[in-house]
């Protein structure tokens, strides 16, 4: 059966207020896939930027990106308590940030400020491949996001060593021969227009691979039911280049050292091929 197209991006831009776009992810990686999930990605921005007191490192921003989401929801696992749609849904947000929030691009403002955005990822119902199209349906609508193009503003003055009132000014920064200059605290404000988000196209996909018990053999898009016979899985984001970003090995069992290179070269297999198509339907 030949693969079908991937899902349409949902779409974000920026507000004040968080919007929501339905969906149906069939999440495709192989022919002949199975695993299809509804959510709804919400994604909004907090009108404020995060102070800084030293030149930050990308990675010191992105530590504040988070994604507060509860996916799992009553309708997705009608069966479930309380407990454990609460259990199952902090499973899911840990993954998500620990692994796939690191990736985005921070969206600095300047050196000392950037933006924050909150990613909401809500789970309607469930058949296999969950944790794979909640990761698809965050880079759908980080990759259609509109981020706001902003410029530093701020003020310098020049004063004499004394001011109208004969008496001598309180100023800092670099000083000159009777002259000295004050610089008032920056700030930001918008430019006009908006940009796509900054390396949208270099967002990692998350490919699953399920381990068959006492073989070899791997396969994706598992069922529920093939989920609970083949609990051992790796998990690896994969970016479009082919660089793993993220692994994390669950089940009871381990894997031997020989099958480790081979587990990857076949996530970055079908990593690349998911994300060519990805990328080849953004706006």
């Given at each position: 059966m030949a693969p079908r197209r991937p899902p349409t991006a949902a779409r974000a831009c920026a507000s004040a207020r968080p919007r929501s776009w339905p969906a149906s992810c069939l999440l495709l990686a192989t022919p002949g896939q199975r695993a299809?999930?509804?959510?709804?990605?919400?994604?909004?921005?907090?009108?404020?930027?995060?102070?800084?007191?030293?030149?930050?490192?990308?990675?010191?921003?992105?530590?504040?990106?988070?994604?507060?989401?509860?996916?799992?929801?009553?309708?997705?696992y009608p069966h479930a308590s309380s407990s454990e749609l609460a259990q199952q849904s902090d499973y899911f947000s840990t993954l998500l940030n620990e692994h796939f929030l690191p990736t985005i691009p921070a969206l600095?403002?300047?050196?000392?400020?950037?933006?924050?955005?909150?990613?909401?990822?809500?789970?309607?119902?469930?058949?296999?491949?969950?944790?794979?199209?909640l990761a698809l349906a965050a880079r759908a609508a980080l990759a259609?996001?509109?981020?706001?193009?902003?410029?530093?503003?701020?003020?310098?003055?020049?004063?004499?060593?004394?001011?109208?009132?004969?008496?001598?000014?309180?100023?800092?920064g670099a000083k000159g021969k009777g002259r000295a200059r004050a610089r008032g605290a920056d700030d930001w404000d918008l430019d006009g227009g908006e940009a796509p988000l900054d390396g949208r196209d270099e967002l990692p996909v998350l490919v699953t691979l399920f381990l068959v018990p006492a073989s070899d053999a791997v396969f994706v898009d598992a069922t529920p039911q093939e989920e609970a016979a083949?609990?051992?899985?790796?998990?690896?984001?994969?970016?479009?280049?082919?660089?793993?970003?993220?692994?994390?090995?669950?089940?009871?069992?381990?894997?031997?050292?020989a099958r480790v290179r081979p587990l990857f070269e076949e996530a970055q297999r079908i990593g690349i091929d998911l994300a060519a198509a990805l990328n080849a339907d953004l706006p």
């Open positions: 299809r999930s509804r959510w709804i990605c919400e994604l909004s921005w907090v009108r404020r930027c995060v102070p800084r007191s030293h030149h930050p490192a990308p990675a010191t921003l992105r530590q504040k990106q988070r994604s507060r989401s509860h996916p799992s929801t009553p309708q997705a600095r403002i300047s050196d000392k400020k950037a933006f924050v955005p909150t990613l909401h990822l809500t789970l309607l119902s469930a058949d296999g491949g969950v944790l794979s199209t259609d996001l509109s981020v706001p193009r902003t410029k530093e503003i701020g003020w310098e003055g020049v004063s004499d060593e004394h001011d109208m009132a004969g008496i001598k000014g309180a100023v800092g083949c609990p051992t899985r790796l998990h690896a984001l994969v970016r479009p280049n082919g660089r793993i970003c993220g692994a994390r090995l669950e089940g009871q069992d381990g894997i031997d050292a």
